[in-house]
Every structure is written in C-alpha cells, then in structure tokens.
C-alpha cells in the first residue's frame, strides 16, 4: 500500500444504477480502492471521493444517475465526484459540466479509473488541474470502435453468492437498444481466467455464481472459445455448488447446452431467457435473430429434459410498431408457454436507435395497460410454477440470517422459500426440505420441517 498516494486514508462513497454487471464492476472498483488504502464510507460518513457507475437503458435511468450526482455533491461537499458506466460513455460531456464533478471515464477507460482519480485528485490538491481544462469535469472518451479492454468483476451478493462477469459488449445492434453503443462491441477473458475467479470465490465462501454479460452466449468472440466450454469447465470448480446463467439470447441456447446443464454437477434447472416480443412482426422490427417458433422450440427442449426448471423471460411492451393486434398475437403466445415468471419492461425511445425510424408509436397510457396484462400474466405463471412442488422435497441454499426476519432460501429451479421462525436451519447452508403452502405475502412457499 503506497501511503504516499492521493487515495491513501481516503473515504469513498459508490452509487450503481442499473444491471448486475455495474454492481459487479462497482464492487470489484471497492475492492480495489480498499487495497490502496481507500475504504467504504459507513453510514453518515462524510466522502472524498464519490463514484457513481451509470445506466442508460431509459430516459428515467438517465434522470436517475443526474439525481445521484447532484445528491452526492450535496451531500459530500468538495467530493471528488467521478462518473463512469453506460451513461458516461454516451453523455459524457455534458456530465462533464454538471456542478461538482471532476472526472467521467467512457467505457474503455474505466478499467483505469483508480489510476486516473488518483492522478486528478493529486492535481487538485496541489491546486492545479491535470491538463488545462479550467471548469468542469475532465471527461476520457473512446469512440465505439476502440472500446476493446475487458475489466474483470466479480462481486458478492448474498455471503454465499457472487456475480461473476464472464463477457461484455454486443454485436447484434437490436433496433431499440443503445447498448452497443454504450458498452462496445462483444469481448471476454479467457476461460482459464474466470476459472481461476470463481476458485477465488470457492475460497472466498461462496457456494453459488450467477453468469453475467450484456450478450453471454457470444461468450468467445475474444478468445475463440465457447460458453458451453465456459460451462463445463466451470461445472468443475470444486466448492461452488450452483450456477445460474442470468440471461442468454434463445438462438445462442444451443440444445447441448440445455441437455449439459440437465446432467451437469452444479448448474441449476433455471434459465432466464430474452423474449421481447411474442409477436413475429415485432421481433422483425426490433431485429432480433430469432422468431416465435424458435423460442417456442427452446422452451420445449428445456422442459423436456428439465421438467422441473423455472424458466424466466424478458419482454418489452409498447416498442415503436406494436400495433394492438400485434400486442394480442404476443399476449397469446406468451400466455401458451410453460414458463414460470415474466420480466415486464416498457419501451422507452433512446438517442441515436434506428427504433426511432419506426413510425407507429404506442400511447403511454396503453403501454401501462401492456405492462399490467403481463404482469398479471407473470404472476400467475409464478405462482403456478410455486404450486406445483407444494409437498415435494428440493434442495435449499439459505441466505444468512437478518435480524428478527424470517431465514429465507431458494430452491434448485428458484422457488423462494421461507423457514419458520425458530427452525433449526443454519444460515448460508445447503439442506433439503420439503416445500409447504405459501407464506402470508404469498412471494414463498413455506419450508416444513
Ligand atoms: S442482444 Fe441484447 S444487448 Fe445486444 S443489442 Fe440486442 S438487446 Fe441490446
């Protein structure tokens, strides 16, 4: 540890918005500062130095991280605010002017923010700034085609559980989606290196890893390897007893991977898959790569080996083009799948997306009743999935045990499922139980025991 560093015997605060990569990022960039002798705040502490880790899938998550820099700058006055993440990259200079910031890191910088906030925050605190820029934030930007590094992250949820960034990026340039312009094109680490990360978390205490990535079955581009190589040599890392991919694309699903999760040691019967659209209209407009029948055909595949598996899908309501008879053909097709919840999302129009060449716009207020169809829909398909293993016995990994609460766990293919109070279940352990009816707020099932 260098005590002559600028970050030596600092405190920094971290605000993330957005998806499980940025709070992976975020916690390895803690970690990391940590090591340099630059700790979390604790409750109430003042800060020196501030990061907030952006999001740009919508207009509000815009509007959220602008709140989070100016609440920050309120609430640590002479922070040295940095900001990086999606919203960095794509607004940056105009983040740049925002009162109190000092520094904004485009996407290929990022892996480098340590360095530069050391760099800029010694230039500020002999009284003179890094380079000649006399108001504002400095702002280091990559355009698209030179965003190449891939930062490793690794963080821990739960005690037991981590996200493990295994890939970033995204080539497929879906009409309404800004990401690829916010986080590059598609690049991983080799295997070998996340093999040796997920050790680290076996060692570490960790018994559960989900997968994260912007695009995971592109796993490879980089490297010339595969996700389902990815899988296997995962599934061999002593220590860990379960992994959940988070989401995966339905036309990268390959059938030898659903059947080598069906066999495999420790990936459980869960998949989480990206639909957006249920009508094939739709997914014409949005340029997807794959159409109803496909996806129909993954589920299938799925269940037929895993019968048990929870199966989560994504879906978008209220694009540029959904026209009401489109919505009701999606509505149908969504209602006929046997999966088991669904994660609802509304449209919102972004900057710079050929979506916006789509003429048909659908009024908010029928996009709300949308999203309510779905969510009904979502809700019933979750608790049919819950009141089908009423009375059967599935393995339990619990989360450590919070104060007065009830311990609360989840099961192999992802029911949630609460212990009574008193019973003698040890936190962070895996044990096997039998599920009973749900409990009061009816988001669990009851264990018996
Ligand atoms: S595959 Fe996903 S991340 Fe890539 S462009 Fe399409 S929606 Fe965006």
Redesign the pocket.
Known sequence: MNKNSSLYNKKAAFVTLGCKLNYAETSTLRDRLAARGCAPTQEDERADIAIVNTCSVTGEADAKCRHAIHRLHREHPGAFIAVMGCYAQLSGEHIAKMEGVDLVVGQESKGRIIELIEEHLEARQMGARADSTSHGGIFYHSPLKDIKTFVPSCSRGERTRYFLKVQDG?N???T??T??AARGLSRNPTIADLVRQAEEAAAAGGREIVLTG??IGDFGRTTGETFFQLVQALDRVEGIDRYRISSI?PNLLTDEIIEYCAQSRAFMPHFHV?L?SGSDDVLVLMR?RYDTTLFRSKMEKIKAVMPNAFIGVDVIVGTRGERDEFFEDAYRFIESLDISQLHVFSYSERPGTKALDIPYVVAPQTKRERSQRLLALSEEKRKAHYRRFIGEERPVLWEHLREGKPLLGWTDNYIRVEAPLGADIAPDSLSTVRLGGFNESEEALMALT
Do not use: M
Request: glycine share 0%; with cysteine.
């Open positions: 995204c497929y340039f879906c309404y989606c990401i690829p912007v695009n694309e990206p957006q997807r």
